[in-house]
Each structure stands twice: as structure tokens, then as C-alpha cells.
């Protein structure tokens, strides 16, 4: 049997160096480093790479920074330059040359791409909860925010908990903090991660903080969405379990605080299966919980992923999964084959599911899901739905506004051959479908228009935008 040693992710070690504006900007690098998989070293030695955040305000502070950059080239030799230092560049290269990369004062993108490059973080499906695309091209327009850091479960195909310990919550003002600058800063859609959404801050007894405008909020899933969701930009809930206070998320879905969307890794659908991998919330009432759900948010999304072949499924197993997939109607479905990985229980099980049996399971999901998600898809034409915009086609726009006729609508907007592509509230970015639009002149990514739907296919939608709502 082929088993998958996990690679370790790259270790990062930073001195930050300053006034406190500079350590809010470490927190954010550092932040975003950390939502990408990367692993913090406390010490030189231990980091594959070092960030040096440096202060030029007095020639004092700036000598201080080179003297910092000197330390950390000696002590380990892989150094990038952030910080009010950034400035003055030259002077860095001068006296180091062997600086990697040196980027300004709050250029979070620019530093945290340079991180990338010189430490890439290796693609594992086990280690990045973010896409991989994702990583180096996240728009300024949509953001993840990290949660906690951890897991309490101990699935049997994961060795998250073994290499991230249990969970730790973040303290949900700081979370609160973070999101409000990134809102400030024109993130129009937070995307919120961690291992388990739904167990966030039980590891501080879901105290209460006092937020900064007066009242608290507990560290609790619902609380907290509802301070997400009063920032007026697009929030987007990501691995949470169907455990029973989930049902208190809908309401906020139906306030529009909180997208109608779920992305709820259910893994399987068998009872034995599920137990087997010993999943978190895995009881046989998710079907009617879905159903309650749809009942109060028609409109909710929810995206799942699911595992085959993994030790022990049998006919049965996976027969009472493709019927449980017909039943819960999901709008995205991603699926796996069971992967063992070094260290991870399941990888020792008896019964280990032949490749070629994985590989006949995994496309029957696959053509079930396309199924379900082209019928899903076609309902929607004809409707009028809200659009992120996230990128242009390099098109020169026409002003002439030639209307072509495929509908009669009073505020269309008319750009011939300027192609757009965005997402619905249905479309988390990268792992969800994608909506094209025709006739998108005058649109920038993270515009949000209003969008009537005139075709769809398995994944997609396509239609025309009718007038911007927001910007
Ligand atoms: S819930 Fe399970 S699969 Fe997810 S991180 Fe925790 S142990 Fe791993």
C-alpha cells in the first residue's frame, strides 16, 4: 500500500520591530501566513525563513532595523524585509545583499507572496484549508479570516490534531478587528475558516468580550456571525458541522447577515462509515436537518465533500450513500478517494478498498453530482441574483449600447464583448462554480451587480448584468 507522508509546512520566524501600528501589521502577515498552513518557529534556527518587520522613523530606529536584518542573515541566512524600511531599499541591498525580497510598510499582499515564493508551501489537501490558487491571489475583494487554530476531533483519516494540536480560538474582538480593517481596506466578502467553525470558542466557554462600540460578544458561532455580518460585507461560513445550534445561523441567513451558504464536510453518509472514521456530528438526522433548513432559507447553498473507499465501505455503504446524496439534493459536491497518510489511523485498517474500485465509486459520485448540480443550475435561469465580481476580460469596452434583444429589461446595461466573471452567494471562490457575464462593460472586480441568468451547464451560470447595487 502506498502511504502519504504529509510534508511539514514551512516554518516562518519574524522580529518585529517599532511602533505598535508595526506590530498590528506583523499580526497581519503573520495572521494570513498562518490561514495559509505556514507554521511560526520562535527561534532562527528553527525557521526556513525569517521576516524582518522594520521601523525607518528616527535614524536611530533605522540602524536598529539594519542591525535586526544583519542579526537574522547570520543567524539564519533566508531573511525578508517588510516595514517602514521598505522605503529605502537600496540602503538594505547595499549592506545585504543576500536579502531575499524587501516589500513597504502594509504591502500585506507583496510580503506575504514573497513568504510564498521563497518558502512555497507544499500543496497538500490535508494541510491547506485555503485553495492553493488562492493563496498567492487572493483579490483584495474577498478574504479568509481564521478562526481558531486546532481540532478536538480525532478523525480517523486526519492528522490535523497530531500536527495542530486541539482547538484554540482566536479571541472573537480580535477577529472583529481583523474583519473591520479588512472591510476598511474594500474586502467585500469575508470567508470564514478554521478546522471546525461550529466548535469555535468552546475552548474559552464561549466567554464574553466587550467590543469597543459598546456591548459584548461571546465567542460562539452566532455571535460572532451576527458581528461579521453587521461589517456589510458578504459572509461566508466555511466547515462547519451540522451540530444542532447550526439551526441558529439560519435566521441570520434570512436577516442577510450571513450568506445562504454551508460548507459542511460531511465526508460520508453511512452510519458505519461515518463511525468508522469517527466524524464529529454524525447522527442519522442530518437529512431532516437540511430539510429544516431549506424549509426557512430556501435559498441556502451547501457544499459538501465526501470520501470514498475508505476502509471498509462496502457495496452497501456506498449504495446508501449515493441515495442519501439524492435525498440531501447538495448544491457542490467535492469528492476523494480515500488517501492513507502516515500517522492517521485509517491507514492501518483491515480492509483497505482496492484502486480501481475507489476510482469506480469516486466518478459514480461525480456524475451523481453533476447531475443533481446542472438541474439546480437550470432552475435558476431566468432569475435575477447578486454577483461579486472577480475579474474583467481585457476587452475595450463599447459605448454604443447596441441591445441585442434577449431581454426586455429597463435598467440593462449594454457593453457589447466585455466578458466578467464572478459568483453568486451559491459560489465560495475556487472551489465552487463561477458566473459568466455577457455585456459587462464599465464593471471592476468587486463591484456587486444584479445579474439576470440566461443559460447554466453542470457548474456554471451566465447571464447579464442589469445595474450595479453596490460597490
Ligand atoms: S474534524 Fe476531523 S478531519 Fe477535520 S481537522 Fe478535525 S480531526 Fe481532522
Known amino acids: 500500500m502506498n502511504v502519504t507522508t504529509l510534508p511539514k509546512p514551512p516554518r516562518v520566524g519574524l522580529v518585529s520591530l517599532g511602533c505598535p501600528k508595526n506590530l498590528v501589521d506583523s499580526e497581519r502577515i503573520m495572521t494570513k501566513l498562518r490561514s495559509d498552513g505556514y507554521d511560526m518557529s520562535p527561534d532562527y534556527a528553527g525557521a526556513d525563513i525569517v521576516l524582518v518587520n522594520t521601523c525607518g522613523f528616527l535614524d536611530s530606529a533605522k540602524e536598529e532595523s539594519l542591525e535586526a536584518i544583519g542579526e537574522a542573515i547570520a543567524e539564519n541566512g533566508r531573511v525578508v524585509v517588510t516595514g517602514c524600511m521598505g522605503k529605502e531599499a537600496d540602503v538594505i541591498r547595499n549592506r545585504f545583499p543576500d536579502v531575499l525580497a524587501i516589500t513597504g510598510a502594509h504591502e500585506y499582499e507583496q510580503v506575504v507572496g514573497a513568504v510564498h515564493e521563497a518558502a512555497p508551501m507544499p500543496a497538500n489537501a490535508f494541510l491547506n484549508l485555503v485553495p492553493e490558487s488562492g493563496l498567492k491571489l487572493t483579490p483584495r475583494h474577498y478574504s479568509y479570516l481564521k478562526i481558531s487554530e486546532g481540532c478536538n476531533h480525532r478523525c480517523a483519516f486526519c492528522i490535523i490534531p497530531h500536527l495542530r494540536g486541539d482547538l484554540v480560538s482566536?479571541?472573537?474582538?480580535?477577529?472583529?478587528?481583523?474583519?473591520?480593517?479588512?472591510?476598511?481596506?474594500?474586502?467585500?466578502?469575508?470567508?470564514?475558516?478554521?478546522?471546525?467553525?461550529?466548535?469555535?470558542?468552546?475552548?474559552?466557554?464561549?466567554?464574553?468580550?466587550?467590543?469597543?462600540?459598546?456591548?459584548?460578544?461571546?465567542?460562539?458561532?452566532?455571535?460572532?456571525?451576527?458581528?461579521?455580518?453587521?461589517?456589510?460585507?458578504?459572509?461566508?461560513?466555511?466547515?462547519?458541522?451540522?451540530?444542532?445550534?447550526?439551526?441558529?445561523?439560519?435566521?441570520?441567513?434570512?436577516?442577510?447577515?450571513?450568506?445562504?451558504?454551508?460548507?459542511?464536510?460531511?465526508?460520508?453518509?453511512?452510519?458505519?462509515?461515518?463511525?468508522?472514521?469517527?466524524?464529529?456530528?454524525?447522527?442519522?438526522?442530518?437529512?431532516?436537518?437540511?430539510?429544516?433548513?431549506?424549509?426557512?432559507?430556501?435559498?441556502?447553498?451547501?457544499?459538501?465533500?465526501?470520501?470514498?473507499?475508505?476502509?471498509?465501505?462496502?457495496?452497501?455503504?456506498?449504495?446508501?450513500?449515493?441515495?442519501?446524496?439524492?435525498?440531501?439534493?447538495?448544491?457542490?459536491v467535492g469528492a476523494f478517494k480515500f488517501e492513507p497518510v502516515e500517522g492517521a489511523p485509517a491507514t492501518s485498517m483491515g480492509d483497505q478498498v482496492p484502486a480501481d474500485l475507489k476510482t469506480e465509486r469516486y466518478e459514480a459520485v461525480m456524475a451523481l453530482s453533476a447531475r443533481i448540480s446542472a438541474a439546480k443550475l437550470t432552475a435558476k435561469v431566468g432569475s435575477i441574483i447578486d454577483v461579486l465580481i472577480d475579474r474583467v476580460d481585457d476587452v475595450e469596452p463599447s459605448h454604443e449600447g447596441v441591445d441585442r434583444g434577449h431581454f426586455d429589461a429597463p435598467h440593462a446595461v449594454h457593453h457589447h464583448n466585455v466578458g466578467a466573471?464572478?459568483?453568486?452567494?451559491?459560489?465560495?471562490?475556487?472551489?465552487?462554480?463561477?458566473?459568466?457575464?455577457?455585456?459587462?462593460?464599465?464593471?471592476?472586480?468587486?463591484?456587486?451587480?444584479?445579474?439576470?441568468?440566461?443559460?447554466?451547464?453542470?457548474?456554471?451560470?451566465?447571464?447579464?448584468?442589469l445595474e450595479t447595487v453596490a460597490a
Request: glycine share 8%; hydrophobic share 40%; aromatic share 8%.
Open 421 to 465: 466573471t464572478g459568483r453568486s452567494k451559491a459560489d465560495a471562490p475556487e472551489i465552487d462554480g463561477e458566473v459568466h457575464l455577457r455585456d459587462a462593460g464599465g464593471l471592476k472586480p468587486g463591484d456587486i451587480v444584479s445579474v439576470r441568468i440566461e443559460d447554466a451547464d453542470e457548474h456554471d451560470l451566465y447571464g447579464v448584468p
Open 170 to 332: 482566536r479571541r472573537p474582538d480580535a477577529i472583529l478587528r481583523e474583519a473591520e480593517k479588512l472591510v476598511a481596506a474594500g474586502t467585500k466578502e469575508l470567508l470564514v475558516i478554521s478546522q471546525d467553525t461550529s466548535a469555535y470558542g468552546v475552548d474559552m466557554r464561549h466567554k464574553a468580550f466587550p467590543l469597543k462600540s459598546g456591548g459584548e460578544v461571546r465567542a460562539h458561532m452566532t455571535d460572532l456571525s451576527r458581528e461579521l455580518g453587521k461589517l456589510g460585507a458578504w459572509v461566508r461560513l466555511h466547515y462547519v458541522y451540522p451540530y444542532p445550534h447550526v439551526n441558529d445561523v439560519i435566521p441570520l441567513m434570512a436577516e442577510g447577515l450571513v450568506l445562504p451558504y454551508l460548507d459542511i464536510p460531511f465526508q460520508h453518509a453511512s452510519p458505519d462509515v461515518l463511525r468508522r472514521m469517527r466524524r464529529p456530528a454524525n447522527d442519522a438526522k442530518v437529512l431532516q436537518r437540511i430539510r429544516a433548513w431549506r424549509e426557512q432559507m430556501p435559498d441556502l447553498a451547501i457544499r459538501s465533500s465526501f470520501v470514498v473507499g475508505f476502509p471498509g465501505e462496502t457495496d452497501q455503504d456506498f449504495a446508501y450513500l449515493l441515495n442519501w446524496l439524492e435525498e440531501a439534493q447538495l448544491d457542490r
